[in-house]
């Protein structure tokens, strides 16, 4: 199965802008990747920084938000496999 990893930006624009054509997207990317989709973790890290910095009065929503993310999404940790060419392929979840 392949899997389609779900980056801050997509997190971002569907949660800041969500009336605009790239927000619309982003949501309507979340919506399609729904089973398939994962999360790094330090995506949802990166999404509440960018929040407290640009709006600061979002970011209790953020905060329930990435609680959602994280029961919807598989979440994985940080990882250099990928990085590496020399790593084993890692084992699909």
Do not use: W
Request: charged fraction near 20%.
């Amino acid at each position: 199965m392949t899997r389609v990893a779900l980056d801050r930006n997509i997190l971002l624009h569907a949660e800041l802008e969500s009336g605009s054509e790239k927000g619309k997207r982003a949501i309507d990317i979340l919506a399609r990747a729904d089973c398939d989709g994962v999360i790094p973790i330090q995506c949802l890290g990166e999404l509440l920084r960018v929040v407290q910095r640009r709006a600061p009065a979002a970011f209790a929503a953020a905060l329930k938000q990435v609680e959602l993310y994280r029961a919807a999404f598989l979440t994985l940790p940080p990882s250099t496999a990928a990085a590496s060419p020399h790593s084993p392929t890692p084992a699909a979840p």
